[in-house]
């Protein structure tokens, strides 16, 4: 087994500190269901790390965790050491179904999290139009969401995201409900804005492909009662040509070694 594809420790010794810190973390619901049962993770500060499971290993569960949405029934999440008991600014979600108010424009959406902080109206304008500016919607700041394609309402709630300058950033499936041409573009243009904005990531997908492309490690969860199987660090360079990475023989090494991991799971 070679350095790219052998399983790694949570915390590799020359990450230094984590940002974020998940010790024995399990969550048990009270129809007796264990959807994970003593997670321990660090996750490296300005990396992008993909949580890989099958279906309903509780990927998204832990995302949520992590975000301080709901607790979890033992262990504990910590964020630059300090006890996660809720949501905090510096965790923003890029939710799945897009999650934009329908009666308001891209640039109110955008900026609706510093509205929610207080920040002046001229001040959170200029935030928000900067970022609509970095994902690609310029000229849509006065469009509705129902006006909006699928991938522009996804660019619209990344934008949100990040006009609010959390250091980390949590995407569940963001980019799901898009179809594959689509998809393909928006992982381009989110490895292009990380390299501006170096952000925390953890990101969710089912799709082995798309973590092994945005990757800057994988953690792969077993099937419920979810544990942390094994973590690849796939060690691809993401300043080349999009084709080039798709290309190179370490993203087709990886992905084949992580479905061999993964179908086991399905039999």
Known sequence: MNAMTRPLPAKSPDEGTPIVRVEGVAMRYASGVT?????????????????????????????????????????????????????????????????????ATVLRNVAFGLELRGTPKAEREAIAEKYIREVGLSGFENQYPNQLSGGMRQRAGLARALTVNSDILMMDEPFSAVDEQMRRKLQEDLLSLLQVEQKTVIFVTHSIEEAVYLSDRIVLLSRRPSRVSAIRDPGIPHDGPPDQIRRDQRYLDTVDEIWDTLKQYLQ
């Open 35 to 103: 959807a994970l049962d003593g997670i321990d993770l660090d996750f490296p500060r300005g990396k992008l790390t993909t949580l890989l499971g099958p279906s309903g290993c509780g990927k998204t569960t832990l995302l949520k965790i992590i975000a301080g949405l709901i607790r979890p029934t033992a262990g504990s999440v910590q964020v630059e050491g300090r006890p996660v008991t809720g949501p905090g600014p510096e965790r923003a979600l890029v939710f799945q179904d897009f999650a934009l108010l329908p009666w």
